[in-house]
C-alpha cells in the first residue's frame, strides 16, 4: 500500500513538473518574438547602454511606437537611418595603411552610385555612415578612389595616367583593404555582393580596364591594395611591386586599382522608424521592450540596460612604494551585464587577459610604473584605469600592529607570501618638534613649536608661497648604538610627494630617507656616526616640489632637420647646452618638446642615427639634472594610423624618466605622460599626449583621471598637431577630440601648446567665462640667414627648400597672472621670425597655490634585545605576549630585499585623539 502511494506521489510530481516546465517554456518563447514582415536592430542585443537608436522596419503604413516596461517612446523624425560602410586599412606596416587623416593628407574619398560623399577615414572601424534613402532598390556601388598628396586632390581619371600638372603625375595613396562589411539599419551585418575594379592600361593613358567580379572574390581577413603603386616621390619608372599581397585580383603592388567598387544589392523597406532612447533615464537591469505597429505588437524582447562601468579591484593602492617580488592581485567585475573583455598592460606590455590578475613584479627598474586596467561589459560599457606603482629598494609591506597593557601584542602583514618576523625590544628617544617653511634655500628661522603628544591628533601645516616642514630634533645623546630608526605618518594633498630627510652635518645638505605619495608611512634607518651633531640629529617631513626658483620655461619645438643634415646637427646640440647653461644660472626651470625629435620615420634605415643625434642633444640638459619632457610628432613614429613607438620608446621611454624627480608617469611606455614642476611659484601639471594616440578612449580616460588627481595644479597640454598656421585646428588631428573631452570638462587646464605647421599663433578661448589659450609654435622652414650662412646648401627636403629652423626656441616667463613669450635662437642671435606673432604677452587665471603638509605620527627609536621570532603566513595574524618590562617593541620584517623595521607599538594603551592643530602660514591660503 505504502508503495502504490509513492508511485502515486511519483507521477503527480511529474505531470506538474512537466505542466509547470512547459509553461515556463511557453511564457519565455511568448515574451520573445517578432511578427513575420518586421525587423529590429536590437533583435540580437542583449544589453545596451547609453543613448541607444531603434530602428524597426515593417509593412506599408506602419505607425511605430516604442514601449520600454510600458512606458512609450515616439520616433524621432530628426533622425535618419544609415547604412554604415565598415572596412580595415593597412596591416600595421607604415606605407600600407590609409593616409586621409595623415600630415600628408591624401584626398581619399568615398562615392556612393556615382555621387561624392566625402573623405574616406583612415580608421574604418569607426564606419562611414551613408544615408539609406540615397540608396536604391536593387544593386548600389560604393566605391573607394584614391586621392593625392599634399591636397592635390582625388585622382583625375580623365588625366593621362602618371603625366599631368602638380601632384597628378606623382605618387597617389597606395594602402591595403580588407574586411569589407556593411551594416543594415536593422544591425544585419552583410558582405558584399560583388567588386569592380579599375586601373589604368599604361602610364600616359587615359585608357581603363574595369573588371567586374560576382560573387565578391575576398575571404573575410584577405587583403588587397589600391592606388597607383608607386613609392614616395617617384615617377612610374621608380615603381617597387609588393609580391606578399596575391590574391584573385592583382599580381602585387604594380598592378592595383586606382579605384574600387563595393556591391550592395538593397530593397528598401516599405516603412521604418528610428526611436531615441536615453538608457539612462531607467534603472539597470532587466527591461521589457515592445514594438507597436498601430495598436498591434510585431516584436517584443527583455533587455538588459547597464549604465554602469565595470569595476577593478585591487591590492594596489595607487602610486604605492613596493619591492620587486611583490604580487599583484586584480579582479574584474560586473554586476548588471557581465565582463566581456579584460586586460591588464604594465608600461604597455599585456602582463594576463584573465578576470582575476594574480602577477609577480619582478626585474623592474626602480622608479615609476604605470598599469592600465582595461575592461568592458556586455553592454560595451569600458573603462581604462590607470594605477601607478613606486619600485624601491626597500618596500615596508602593509601591515596592521597592536598591543595592550597586560603585554599581549599581535602583527598581521598584508600580502600573498610568507614573512620572517623578529620582535625586539626597543627605546624610544626623545625629540624637540616644530613646523615652518622652506623657500628654496634654507628653513624658516620662524618656527612654530607643536607636540604630537596626546591628545593631539595631527597637526597640519599649509602655504601658498613656500614649502610646509615639520622638524623633529631628535636626543641621541645617551645612545650607544650605531644606528637610530625612524617611523613616520602623513600625507598631503592628492598625488604629491612628501620626503622625508635628514640634515648632513658633513655637507650641510639635506639628504632624502624615504619619499611616498599622498598618505604614507615612511620608515628610515639613520647612521649616527655620519649625521648626528651636538647629540642631536635633525629630521625633517616636507612637501617635496620639484623647483629651483626660476620663473621661466623654455619650448623647443620641431627640431627634425638638426637630424637630417649633418651641418645641422650642431644647432640640435646648441640649443640644449644653452639650456643647461641657463638652467645652472636659475634663469631657466623647465625644458618642453612638442614633437618631431627626429625627421624619419621609424621604418627608415637612416631613423637610428638621427635618433642617436636627439638623445645626444637632449642628454647635454637632462645629465646634469635639468628638468625636461617631450612628446612624439608624426616623424618620429610615421604617419597616423600606423604609428610604430619601438625607437621612441628605446631612446625616450619610460626607463630614461621613471627616476626623475618630476616625472608623474606615463601611459604605454611614455607615449604619453606628465611632469610636475613649479614655475614662478606656479604648481604646474604638463601634461603629454603622443602623436597618433592622443585622441583614443584610453588616452582620453587617462589624461582625465591625471587631471582630476591634480585639480589643485594649474595643467599645460602639449601635443604636436593641433593648430594650423592659420589658427583654426588642423584638420587632420585630433584636436577636437582633445578639446571637448579633455580641455572642456577640467577647468584647472590654462593652455595647450602644438607644433607641426610651420608657423606662429595664439589662439584665446573662453570656456565658461574661464580663458583657455592654444599656442602653436614651428620653425622648421625658417631661413633669415643669407643662402652663404649655409655654404649655398639649400637643405631639401622632397621638392621643398630651406629646412633649417636656424635653432629658433621660446621663452615663456611666468610673472605673476601674466606670461611674456619671446622667440630666439642661441644659434644665431636672431629673434621673432615671425614678427610680433611671436613676442607677446598673455593673461592667464592661474589658482593660487596650495600646498599642505599634516603629520600623525614621528617616531625615533633605538633597538633592543630580541624576545620573539615567528612565520607569518599570507595575511594570518601573528599573537603573542611579552613578559617584559620595556614601553614598546619594534618588529624586523625581513622581505626579498632586506630587513623593514616597524613603527614601535606601545603596551599603553593611548587616550582618544580626535584634536588637529592648524598651522596657516600663508593668509592667502
Partial sequence: MDQLKKIKSLLWFAFYFFVATSLIASLAAASSFTAEGYNCNLAEKASISGVFKVYVSGKADDNFTL???????????????EILFFYKGGDGLDGRDIKTDSASNAANKVILNGKLIGRLPSDGSIGVGLRASKFKDGENTVAVLIGGFYGDGVYNERKPHGQGTGNQGKTKDDFLLSNIRFVLPDGRVVTPDGFVSYKAKAVGSTEKVVTRYEPYPFKKDEMFWVGDGWGSYDTWAGNTTDQTIINSVDKGR?????KVEFLLNYQRPDSEAIFVLDTSTFKDGLHTMEIFASDTCVWRKELIIDNSLPIVTTNLVNQQ??????????????????IKTHLTRLEGKEISNDKKVRYQLTDLEPGVHSLIFEASDNADNTIYQSLYLNIIEKAAPIYKMSASNDGSFSLMVEGNESYEVAFYEADLLEYASYSGIFDGFCLSKSKQAFSLADPVFAVTTRTTSTMPYHAFDVDVNNVNAEKVNLSYQGSTLEGE???LKVFNPQTSNWDTLATGIGKVNLLAEVDLENYAQNGIIRVIAITDYVTNGSNTLLWVTDPQYYTEFQDLNEFYYKIYQYAASEYLKGNVGYLINTGDLVNNSPSSPLAKHQWEIANKALNYAESIGVPSGVVTGNHDTGNFPSVDYSLFGEYFGADRYRNKPYYGGGLNNNACHYDLVTIDN???LVLYLGYGVEGTPETIAWANQILQCYRHRNAIICTHQYLSASGIYDQNSRAKEIFNEIVVPNENVKMLLCGHNNGSDKVKREIGGRLFYEILSDYQFVQLKPLSYYNNNKHYQGSIPYCNGEGYIRSMTFEGDRIKTKTFSPVTGGKN???NRDEFEIIVDFKAPKRQLTTYDFNATVIG???????INEGKTYQSKYPGSAKVLVAAISTVSGVVITEPIYFT????????TVFTLDSKF
Avoid: C, H, M, W
Fill in 682 to 684: 606656479n604648481d604646474l
Fill in 865 to 871: 634585545n630580541e624576545i620573539d621570532r615567528a612565520i
Fill in 254 to 258: 604594380f598592378d592595383i586599382p586606382y
Fill in 833 to 835: 621670425p615671425f614678427g
Fill in 67 to 81: 514601449k520600454v516596461d510600458g512606458q512609450t517612446v515616439y520616433p524621432d523624425e530628426k533622425s535618419k537611418p
Fill in 497 to 499: 610627494r612628501i620626503a
Fill in 909 to 916: 594603551i593611548p587616550k582618544t585623539k580626535d584634536i588637529e
Fill in 321 to 338: 612604494n613596493v619591492e620587486n617580488g611583490f604580487i599583484l592581485e586584480a579582479t574584474f567585475t560586473d554586476e548588471v551585464s557581465g
